[in-house]
């Protein structure tokens, strides 16, 4: 399964809101997940779900979606997520991830 | 507190091969599927195997099949992966990654292991 992140990067001033896609080439139900990566760091588990927040991560992350179309949504930036994310279905093998988008400071 | 450290990294020449450890510790490592999981410089995440608790059942991407092996050693809470015929394709930061279950998702993941593949 192809996953399409878009966009590649996003531009986003602190306290504005971020919305990041994830598109499958199939469906993948609800089996989908959320990464943040920051650079010289592995990545960090976000959401799941693909709605449930992982353990600490703080309220201003969401996710929604179903099937083929998926979204994270960041509410309200703040400096610490300035960061590459990753989709990543487990729906079918081989567990496939997206090519990322990065979030960088306008 | 749950760490995963990998090791065993380093300049290869094409053809050639490595052994990756990851060593475990915090949390009780043979009650977890394990897996691994790359990064080519630059670019975005690949999984490329897992293996069972017991290392019973283990899987792999198609790019790796046949070439890389996992394995794990309970008593030493480590895992493992032996790539072999190694290509410069294969050059990226190597993770070892644990699952959290249900679902195919990583919830802990170590630092990484760089391996380069060049002559």
């Known amino acids: 399964i192809v996953m399409t992140q878009s966009p590649a990067t996003l531009s986003v001033s602190p306290g504005e809101r971020a919305t990041l896609s994830c598109r499958a080439s199939q469906s993948v139900s609800s089996n989908l997940a959320w990464y943040q990566q920051k650079p010289g760091q592995a990545p960090r588990l976000l959401i799941y779900g693909p709605s449930t927040r992982a353990t600490d991560i703080p309220a201003r992350f969401s996710g929604s979606g179903s099937g083929t179309e998926f979204t994270l949504t960041i509410s309200s930036l703040q400096s610490e997520d300035f960061a590459v994310y990753y989709c990543?279905?487990?729906?079918?093998?081989?567990?496939?991830f997206g090519g990322g988008t990065k979030v960088e400071i306008k | 507190e749950v760490q995963l450290v990998e090791s065993g990294g380093g300049l290869v020449q094409p053809g050639g091969s490595l052994r990756l450890s990851c060593a475990a510790s915090g949390f009780t490592f043979s009650s977890y599927w394990m897996n691994w999981v790359r990064q080519a410089p630059g670019k975005g995440l690949e999984w490329l195997a897992n293996?069972?608790?017991?290392?019973?059942?283990?899987n792999y991407v198609d790019s790796v099949k046949g070439r890389f092996t996992i394995s794990r050693d309970n008593a030493k809470n480590s895992l493992y992966l032996q790539m072999n015929s190694l290509r410069a394709e294969d050059t990226a930061v190597y993770y070892c990654?644990?699952?959290?279950?249900?679902?195919?998702?990583?919830?802990?993941w170590g630092q990484g292991s760089l391996v380069t593949v060049s002559s």
């Open positions: 990654a644990r699952r959290q279950s249900p679902g195919w998702l990583f919830d802990y």
């Open positions: 293996i069972k608790q017991d290392g019973s059942d283990k």
């Open positions: 990543q279905q487990y729906n079918k093998w081989p567990l496939t």
